[in-house]
């Protein structure tokens, strides 16, 4: 027996993120906590800054343009053995390098509350 589960355009996905353990994520903000996970896990050399040829996350106009085309948070939930998951770099690719659970958390949830700029 098949059955179908019709749905419409107006539905929306219920997004269930559960913070990881000791996480304190009541308030978000770009400013407090998402400039400085940005910083410590993708702004670095050789990854996302100013001249290298990749997108550069010190911007929040590039970071939120990375946002809108949902390529940010898909490049977050690849398998971490996976050469294009992030954050990654030259030294790590394949080894299961992965963002601290809070942080990726913390990003998450920014990214679903709007990712405003304050």
Known sequence: MLVGINSCSKDQ???????PPGCDSTEISY???IVNIMNSTC???PCHVPGNGNYDFTSYEVLA?????????ERLLISVESPLHMPQDASNIGKGISMDPCNL??????IHQGFKNN
Do not use: A, M, T
Not at 13 to 19: F, I, S
């Open 31 to 33: 400013q407090h906590d």
């Open 13 to 19: 996905e219920v997004l269930n993120l559960v913070p």
């Open 43 to 45: 702004s670095f050399s």
């Open 105 to 110: 958390y913390k990003l998450r949830l920014w």
């Open 65 to 73: 343009d990375r946002i809108k085309s949902g390529r940010l948070e």
